[in-house]
């Protein structure tokens, strides 16, 4: 078959190819072939070999691109962000430093609830403005896939104003999006004397979501002064009912149950788990649950890191995603959730490498498209300008990108967004 794409003189190609269980049980490994080239054809991948075996693939259409040696990885997955939100919370940010703690500025009205009064007062153009500058940040880092949870609305208008602006980029940017639907992410002031009220409003606002076809995941903010653990399995199963797949925030903050419930509900991701338990791990081991990691939002709120290890040796698979958020982590930068992956978890640099591309790709359903560089797969990669892949983790906050191909389509050169739109 003659291609439309030759990647030459790649120095090592960290495929991140995967059968199931080795990507749960064995994270540490990766396939790694040195002097290697990638074929595309119409935006997938059809071949991989090593040294010059390309020949009879090229015709004088075919563009053939020289790596000059560097390091070749699938595109980064960000399986969970809160992209689309009005304004920023630095005015919180000295309170933050003198210790005013996440949940005592969320009862205050502040934390995630003033986010909600400034995307509501946000335009639709606002919010995708926004959303795209940070989209095209993320694509500079390497990132190919984005989960885009809504949450900023906590009434319908709203929601549905955050999930029309994440679909419509995902129409016009190169990032692929996975949206969510988080309704259940805080208890607005008007109900906290009366949860349930609120909670009927989410149940009859997902079936309207569903039937716009908004959202593919339901997820669930399950926290002490937040969703109990009741609240969230009601929520949740009713979600289930509606057709959504599941996800949870559970045990950031306090060891409340939330990992026991992502198993008992078969969700496809439970999230954070800075405070899991070690019965809820081994639940969710059993269950396929994934270890959806967010060390960067650990990093900003001086929190402890989850326990990576454990869940890494009960058999979980686990992933990493930036959680990039305007209250607990503003920062779209994936590779320094990646750095922080080795130094904060205590994760071999080849752990955090599936964290973030095979094992992304299981947290969103995905794992049949994208998250690794295998014959059939989307053509999504990424050209580091780095030797090999402990430099990534080793030298950290910098961008090591050289260039990024999403769909078989150079995306960023020099460092830069190039796409067309
Ligand atoms: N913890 C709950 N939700 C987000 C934070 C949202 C915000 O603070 O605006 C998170 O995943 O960290
Ligand atoms: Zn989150």
Known sequence: MIADLIIKNIGKLATCKSDETKSKKDMSNIEMIEDAYISIKDGKFISIGSKDDYHSMI???????????????????????????????????????????????????????????????STKEELYDKAKKSLDR???????????????????????????????????????????????????????ENHDEFIFKILEDMKKIKELD??????????????SIEESELILKKAKECGYKLKIHADEIVSLGGAELSAKLGCISADHLMAASEDGIKMMAKENVVANILPATSFNLNKSYANARKMIDLGVRVAISSDYNPGSCPSENLQFA??????????????????????????????????????????????????????LMYHFGINHVDRVYKDGKLVVKDKRVCYNN
Do not use: W
């Open 338 to 391: 990646m750095q922080l992956g080795c130094l904060g978890l205590k994760m071999t640099p080849n752990e955090v490498l599936n964290a973030v591309t095979i094992n992304a790709s299981y947290c969103i359903d995905r794992q049949y498209e994208i998250g690794s560089i295998e014959v059939g797969k989307r053509a999504d990669f990424v050209i580091f300008d780095s030797p090999n892949i402990e430099y």
């Open 59 to 121: 015709d004088e259409k075919t563009e053939v691109v020289d790596a000059n040696g560097l390091l070749v990885t699938p595109g980064l997955i960000d399986s969970h962000t809160h992209l689309v939100h009005g304004g920023s919370r630095e005015n919180e940010f000295y309170k933050k430093l003198l210790g005013v703690s996440y949940i005592d500025i969320l009862k205050q009205g502040g934390g995630i609830l003033s986010t909600v009064n400034a995307t509501k007062i």
């Open 138 to 192: 993320m694509l500079e880092f390497g990132v190919t896939t984005v989960e885009a949870k809504s949450g900023y609305g906590l009434e319908l208008d709203t929601e549905i104003k955050q999930l029309e602006v994440a679909k419509e980029l995902d129409n016009d940017h190169p990032i692929d999006l996975v949206h969510t639907y988080l309704g259940a992410h805080a208890i607005p002031l008007e109900y906290r």
């Open 214 to 227: 908004l959202a593919e995941f339901c997820d669930v903010f399950c926290e002490d002064s937040v969703f």
